[in-house]
């Protein structure tokens, strides 16, 4: 093991300096795979190409604004008078908002120029307006009959505004400009386009595939649907709303899912009936029958547009010919279903007999003409056997015409995407995975193996278990996700840790946000792991039914397509639709009287829409543009040339040519070179001047003395340190992780060692034991189990102290250079043989630890150490003893997403 090195003779016998010594040499960086070329659609097509130019919205408003003498405020005096009204639109409800108003305080000093609510309300409706609301009206006749033989009818209000308006809206957005993508472009880590890269849904296959298609010249806007119904009241009344938002694949991901982006936008609310004038047999399909009538209404003109183009213009001020085409729809399980016109007990996207889902087999997929012709024969009544019997074989619904028969270009069975949520964190992990593993460990076990789990920085710790959580979310399924395979470690049969293991691979790996064909290969690997193992949960009677005919399963089937047509999983994840619920309709329908809702609903999203929209626009003013930076720079693939070609977003109709690198190479996960790292200040006095004593005792060091004694021998100093020595304590070291682009951490990459002391009881705050945790730490040693692996060179090891030496030390440290006290455990060398995880326990000398002080720049990162269980769990075990009582762990991959890349993609050759 090396260790840092001696440093050349002193001058001086008793004061040595440090900060001369060489650093350990790191292991050459090992990078996370990213896209480094690319080849863009061919030229000939010119896809994306510039037509002309014209004036962005903002840059119109201006224009206006100046025409009516107006400044960039508008109908508000200045800035001050603005954010008043914005945080009265915002904040307040409109009687409170005319009660302050008419406030004498406010009347008399603050004087804004609108003097009660409606003057208000007024100058916001004068700000640019969105796409305006319209209503259409629908009378629904039923199968049940009055007294007069007449059919019952039902009237109902669709509320909606024009899907093409809205898309003309979003692309006119020059607060998107450096986030667009115009035409396809196929991505590769590798020169020779063996290693392809997925993440944006340019760099997919669906829009190159309709790109080739379309005619020369053409602009493809994949429009993205999504439509969840959603309870407007919560504790009495049945009040719901069912909203449909848009938004369009050509926005970087990143921006389109953020709501505070405004990047999606609500298109309509679709009539939520109850359809009384039906029978109760007939009245789903009436219902079902309802939904594709009105999206057909909505959808009628974008579906025209569809077919010939329109001309709009861009968020770079270029006219495209823009052909808006539906490409995915994001919806769970029930409402893929709706839209696709099948059963709930069939697959919407392919064939699969409803007793076969359960395997891991291909089948056809779902044809759309073939669909259409078996939903029109239906209709028509038609007395031919073969088309009754392919209709009930593919679990058809009668339902006709649906609403994507008119749309242009779309293929319904290709529009469903991963549904990260419902279908892996919340289906196949919480409802069927977690229930089966409790009915094999038992619930009392099962909770005290969470209750015994570790505390980490931004982990959560079930102190109670899982079994007493009464309401779960899409956080806690995950939180549960990072610890569960430590959970079930230790099983009597060892066919359930493998698994376990495959779903956690599935889920995280599903979860990524830049793919490569390695990382899909380990996607379908760790799905087929799965169905190896799966029959245990039956065996040992966890699941009581002998199949696993369960959609959610069978939805993990297409993930791998679904990634390689659209993209990463995260770009059309259903937990965003469920955010925008909060804004659109939830919060709306609070704003209203509650009665005839859906009318002031919409009224009050125009108004915080036009006070949106008009802050962006007030800020583009004073900075000239909003920029949202977006995209790697990445180098095209050319069989002959290579020439230089624009950035990515710029128009890219040109060549087929070779583009530089516009960002430099991702840092690799394990090179130290140019690491940042910020120490915890030395905060209350409590931390400052700790004797030696205290620390031994207080975090558990036994030989703190004694490494110090070896640190300062190893720089030719002979001072001998003493148990009443003061030192000042810093409770937590901060590394800024390297970037890799799968995790989807921007800039928020910082990862915290804790190394705190424990904290006496005061008012109101019970006493802390001491936070000491694990660590990654940089030796150079050479393992054969880790070469070529990400953890080449590292070891863990128990971060106990950081400190810096008294000052009456006879030692030179540049800058008060931080030092940690650590024991280390035992190198990589074995791992399990059901979960593949490395097994490691504390490192002994002499029947001591083997403890040494280290510098804590050669600290990489946090990990986080399964305890060994074992078939029970030792009852002396807490959150806060463990990792003193536990004598082997195993070390988890996944804890956080940048572990998981670490330790499962690379560590597989995902290079």
Same mark, same amino acid.
């Given at each position: 093991?090396?260790?840092?090195?001696?440093?050349?003779?002193?001058?001086?016998?008793?004061?040595?300096?440090?900060?001369?010594?060489?650093?350990?040499?790191?292991?050459?960086?090992?990078?996370?795979?990213?896209?480094?070329?690319?080849? @863009?659609?061919?030229?000939?097509?010119?896809?994306? $190409?510039?037509?002309?130019?014209?004036?962005?919205?903002?840059?119109?408003?201006?224009?206006?604004?100046?025409?009516?003498?107006?400044?960039?405020?508008?109908?508000?005096?200045?800035?001050?008078?603005?954010?008043?009204?914005?945080?009265?639109?915002?904040?307040?409800?409109?009687?409170?908002?005319?009660?302050?108003?008419?406030? =004498?305080?406010?009347?008399?000093?603050?004087?804004?120029?609108?003097?009660?609510?409606?003057?208000?309300?007024?100058?916001?409706?004068?700000?640019?307006?969105?796409?305006?609301?319209?209503?259409?009206?629908?009378?629904?006749?039923?199968?049940?009959?009055?007294?007069?033989?007449?059919? *019952?009818?039902?009237?109902?209000?669709?509320?909606?505004?024009?899907?093409?308006?809205?898309?003309?809206?979003?692309l006119n957005n020059p607060v998107f400009k450096e986030a667009m993508a115009y035409a396809p472009q196929k991505?590769?880590?590798?020169?020779?386009?063996?290693?392809?890269?997925?993440?944006?849904?340019?760099?997919?296959?669906?829009?190159?595939?309709?790109?080739?298609?379309?005619?020369?010249?053409?602009?493809?806007?994949?429009?993205?649907?999504?439509?969840?119904?959603?309870? *407007?009241?919560?504790?009495?009344?049945?009040?719901?709303?069912?909203?449909?938002?848009?938004?369009?694949?050509?926005?970087?991901?990143?921006?389109?899912?953020?709501?505070?982006?405004?990047?999606?936008?609500?298109? #309509?609310?679709?009539?939520?009936?109850?359809?009384?004038?039906?029978?109760?047999?007939?009245?789903?399909?009436?219902?079902?029958?309802?939904?594709?009538?009105?999206?057909?209404?909505?959808?009628?003109?974008?579906?025209?547009?569809?077919? +010939?183009?329109?001309?709009?213009?861009?968020?770079?001020?270029?006219?495209?010919? %823009?052909?808006?085409?539906?490409?995915?729809?994001?919806?769970?399980?029930?409402?893929?279903?709706?839209?696709?016109?099948?059963?709930?007990?069939?697959?919407? %996207?392919?064939?699969?007999?409803?007793?076969?889902?359960?395997?891991?087999?291909?089948?056809?997929?779902?044809?759309?003409?073939?669909?259409?012709?078996?939903?029109?024969?239906?209709?028509?009544?038609?007395?031919?056997?073969?088309?009754?019997?392919?209709?009930?074989?593919?679990?058809?619904?009668?339902?006709?015409?649906?609403?994507?028969?008119?749309?242009?270009?779309?293929?319904?069975?290709?529009?469903?995407?991963?549904?990260?949520?419902?279908?892996?964190?919340?289906?196949?992990?919480?409802?069927?995975?977690?229930?089966w593993c409790t009915a094999i460990l038992g619930e009392e076990e099962l909770d005290a193996r969470f209750r015994?789990?570790?505390?980490?920085?931004?982990?959560?710790?079930?102190?109670?278990?899982?079994?007493?959580?009464?309401?779960?979310?899409?956080?806690?399924?995950?939180?549960?996700?990072?610890?569960?395979?430590?959970?079930?470690? #230790?099983?009597?049969?060892?066919?359930?840790?493998?698994?376990?293991?495959?779903?956690?691979?599935?889920?995280?790996?599903?979860?990524?946000?830049?793919?490569?064909?390695?990382?899909?290969?380990?996607?379908?690997?760790? *799905?087929?792991?799965?169905?190896?193992?799966?029959?245990?949960?039956?065996?040992?009677?966890?699941?009581?039914?002998?199949?696993?005919?369960?959609?959610?399963?069978?939805?993990?089937?297409?993930?791998?397509?679904?990634?390689?047509?659209? #993209?990463?999983?995260?770009?059309?994840?259903?937990?965003?639709?469920?955010?925008?619920?909060?804004?659109?309709?939830?919060?709306?329908?609070?704003?209203?009287?509650?009665?005839?809702?859906?009318?002031?609903?919409?009224?009050?999203?125009?108004?915080?829409?036009?006070?949106?929209?008009?802050?962006?626009?007030?800020?583009?003013?004073?900075?000239?543009?909003?920029?949202?930076?977006?995209?790697?720079?990445?180098?095209?693939?050319?069989?002959?040339?290579?020439? =230089?070609?624009?950035?990515?977003?710029?128009?890219?109709?040109?060549?087929?040519?070779?583009?530089?690198?516009?960002?430099?190479?991702?840092?690799?996960?394990?090179?130290?070179?140019?690491?940042?790292?910020?120490?915890?200040?030395?905060?209350?006095?409590?931390?400052?001047?700790?004797?030696?004593?205290?620390?031994?005792?207080?975090?558990?060091?036994?030989?703190?003395?004694?490494?110090?004694?070896?640190?300062?021998?190893?720089?030719?100093?002979?001072?001998?340190?003493?148990?009443?020595?003061?030192?000042?304590?810093?409770?937590?070291?901060?590394?800024?992780?390297?970037?890799?682009?799968?995790?989807?951490?921007?800039?928020?990459?910082?990862?915290?060692?804790?190394?705190?002391?424990?904290?006496?009881?005061?008012?109101?705050?019970?006493?802390? !034991?001491?936070?000491?945790?694990?660590?990654?730490?940089? +030796?150079?040693?050479?393992?054969?189990?880790?070469?070529?692996?990400?953890?080449?060179?590292?070891?863990?090891?128990?971060?106990?102290?950081?400190?810096?030496? !008294?000052?009456?030390?006879?030692?030179?440290?540049?800058?008060?250079?931080?030092?940690?006290?650590?024991?280390?455990?035992?190198?990589?060398?074995?791992?399990?043989?059901?979960?593949?995880?490395?097994?490691? @326990?504390?490192?002994?000398?002499?029947?001591?630890?083997?403890?040494?002080?280290?510098?804590?720049?050669?600290?990489?990162?946090?990990?986080?150490?399964?305890?060994?269980?074992?078939?029970?769990?030792?009852? $002396?075990?807490?959150?806060?003893?463990?990792?003193?009582?536990?004598?082997?762990?195993?070390?988890?991959?996944?804890?956080?997403?940048?572990?998981?890349?670490?330790?499962?993609?690379?560590?597989? #050759?995902?290079?």
């Amino acid at each position: 093991m090396v260790i840092d090195p001696q440093a050349a003779a002193p001058d001086e016998p008793d004061v040595v300096d440090v900060d001369a010594t060489p650093p350990v040499h790191p292991t050459p960086p090992r990078e996370y795979p990213q896209a480094k070329f690319a080849r @863009s659609f061919p030229e000939e097509k010119q896809a994306g $190409r510039v037509e002309g130019n014209a004036p962005t919205q903002f840059e119109r408003t201006r224009h206006e604004q100046v025409a009516d003498g107006q400044d960039i405020h508008g109908p508000f005096a200045d800035d001050e008078e603005w954010n008043l009204a914005k945080w009265l639109i915002k904040n307040v409800g409109h009687t409170q908002a005319d009660e302050f108003l008419k406030l =004498p305080i406010i009347q008399s000093r603050v004087q804004p120029s609108y003097r009660n609510k409606d003057h208000l309300l007024n100058a916001v409706d004068s700000l640019p307006n969105s796409v305006t609301w319209q209503c259409h009206e629908i009378t629904v006749t039923g199968d049940i009959y009055n007294d007069e033989s007449r059919p *019952l009818t039902e009237k109902l209000e669709l509320w909606f505004r024009d899907p093409l308006e809205c898309i003309r809206e979003l692309l006119n957005n020059p607060v998107f400009k450096e986030a667009m993508a115009y035409a396809p472009q196929k991505q590769y880590v590798d020169a020779e386009g063996k290693t392809r890269v997925i993440d944006e849904m340019s760099s997919a296959d669906w829009w190159w595939n309709i790109q080739e298609q379309l005619p020369t010249g053409a602009t493809v806007a994949p429009v993205i649907l999504s439509s969840d119904k959603t309870k *407007l009241s919560q504790f009495r009344g049945d009040k719901s709303a069912w909203p449909v938002y848009l938004t369009f694949g050509n926005l970087a991901k990143d921006v389109r899912r953020k709501v505070s982006s405004h990047a999606t936008v609500l298109v #309509g609310y679709l009539p939520v009936a109850k359809l009384h004038c039906f029978t109760e047999k007939t009245r789903s399909v009436a219902r079902y029958r309802l939904f594709h009538h009105c999206m057909n209404i909505v959808f009628k003109k974008m579906a025209d547009a569809g077919r +010939t183009g329109v001309h709009m213009t861009c968020p770079d001020g270029c006219i495209r010919w %823009i052909w808006p085409i539906v490409a995915a729809y994001v919806a769970d399980f029930p409402e893929q279903c709706l839209i696709a016109c099948c059963m709930e007990n069939r697959c919407p %996207i392919c064939k699969v007999p409803p007793d076969r889902r359960g395997m891991n087999e291909a089948h056809p997929r779902r044809d759309q003409t073939e669909t259409l012709h078996l939903l029109y024969e239906q209709e028509q009544g038609s007395s031919d056997p073969t088309v009754s019997a392919q209709f009930s074989e593919f679990g058809l619904r009668r339902i006709y015409p649906p609403f994507w028969q008119n749309l242009p270009h779309s293929d319904v069975s290709l529009w469903f995407t991963p549904d990260l949520l419902h279908q892996l964190h919340k289906g196949v992990f919480k409802d069927h995975l977690v229930k089966w593993c409790t009915a094999i460990l038992g619930e009392e076990e099962l909770d005290a193996r969470f209750r015994a789990m570790a505390d980490l920085t931004g982990l959560r710790h079930f102190a109670n278990g899982i079994s007493a959580v009464s309401q779960w979310t899409g956080h806690e399924h995950k939180e549960m996700e990072k610890v569960f395979l430590g959970v079930v470690m #230790g099983c009597r049969d060892a066919r359930v840790v493998q698994a376990v293991r495959a779903v956690l691979d599935f889920i995280y790996l599903a979860s990524l946000q830049s793919h490569t064909t390695q990382t899909l290969e380990l996607l379908q690997d760790a *799905l087929q792991r799965f169905h190896n193992f799966k029959d245990v949960f039956v065996e040992l009677g966890a699941r009581s039914k002998s199949h696993f005919n369960i959609p959610k399963i069978h939805a993990m089937q297409h993930y791998v397509d679904m990634i390689m047509l659209f #993209g990463s999983a995260d770009g059309f994840n259903t937990e965003s639709p469920e955010r925008l619920h909060i804004d659109y309709a939830k919060d709306a329908y609070r704003a209203s009287n509650h009665r005839d809702y859906l009318i002031q609903m919409v009224t009050w999203l125009q108004r915080q829409e036009a006070v949106d929209s008009f802050s962006v626009y007030l800020e583009w003013c004073r900075q000239g543009s909003l920029r949202i930076q977006q995209h790697l720079g990445v180098r095209l693939i050319d069989d002959e040339v290579e020439n =230089p070609l624009p950035p990515p977003h710029s128009d890219s109709s040109s060549s087929d040519s070779e583009l530089e690198l516009q960002q430099p190479p991702v840092q690799s996960t394990t090179s130290t070179t140019s690491r940042q790292y910020q120490l915890a200040a030395k905060g209350p006095r409590a931390l400052r001047g700790i004797t030696a004593a205290r620390i031994i005792l207080e975090h558990h060091a036994p030989r703190f003395l004694d490494a110090i004694r070896t640190f300062l021998r190893s720089y030719g100093s002979a001072f001998e340190p003493q148990l009443f020595d003061g030192f000042d304590l810093h409770s937590r070291l901060a590394v800024q992780l390297p970037f890799i682009p799968a995790t989807g951490l921007g800039k928020s990459r910082k990862n915290v060692t804790r190394a705190s002391p424990p904290m006496p009881e005061k008012v109101r705050r019970a006493a802390q !034991p001491a936070r000491l945790d694990f660590a990654l730490v940089r +030796t150079g040693e050479v393992n054969e189990a880790t070469e070529g692996t990400p953890l080449e060179g590292l070891r863990i090891a128990h971060v106990r102290v950081i400190f810096t030496l !008294p000052a009456s030390y006879p030692v030179r440290l540049y800058a008060r250079e931080a030092l940690a006290y650590v024991e280390w455990f035992t190198p990589f060398h074995r791992t399990d043989e059901a979960s593949g995880l490395f097994i490691v @326990s504390p490192s002994s000398r002499m029947h001591q630890p083997y403890a040494e002080i280290i510098r804590v720049s050669r600290i990489v990162r946090n990990c986080y150490l399964f305890p060994k269980f074992g078939h029970t769990i030792d009852t $002396r075990w807490t959150m806060d003893n463990v990792t003193e009582l536990c004598e082997t762990f195993y070390v988890n991959p996944y804890i956080d997403m940048h572990t998981f890349c670490m330790l499962r993609c690379m560590q597989f #050759g995902c290079t």
